[in-house]
């Protein structure tokens, strides 16, 4: 993707950030220019495309767009950052991701 091509994606983003108050999900860090976000799928819908069916992050987004504007409930504006916890997270069973949860709590600093 060419430079345009990102700024129209950082735009896409930014312009359904909106409906999520312009805030990651997880970290509430705001989201003031689409960079470094991502709109996340929490449920898809049979017959509905994913992000491997696109060749470029533009027209997945420009295909995304009318479905997050319709169903905001479907979705979450999360940093990229999150987005890699969060997707990795839900590649593992039920009973693992407790067991991580468990483990993490019980090795956290705070």
Do not use: W
Not at 20 to 29: A, D, L, P, T
Not at 48 to 68: A, C, G, Q
Not at 89 to 96: E, P, S, T
Request: proline share 3%.
């Amino acid at each position: 993707m060419n430079k345009k091509e990102t700024f129209q994606v950082y735009e896409l983003i930014l312009r359904l950030a909106a409906l999520f108050y312009f805030r990651c999900n997880v970290c509430h860090k705001k989201c003031t220019t689409g960079k470094y976000f991502t709109i996340h799928h929490i449920k898809y819908m049979p017959g509905e495309k994913t992000y491997k069916d696109f060749s470029n992050r533009l027209d997945y987004y420009k295909y995304l767009f009318p479905i997050v504007a319709v169903h905001p409930e479907r979705f979450a504006l999360v940093c990229n950052k999150d987005h890699g916890v969060v997707t990795k997270l839900a590649r593992y069973k039920k009973q693992i991701r407790k067991r991580l949860f468990k483990l993490s709590n019980q090795s956290a600093n705070d």
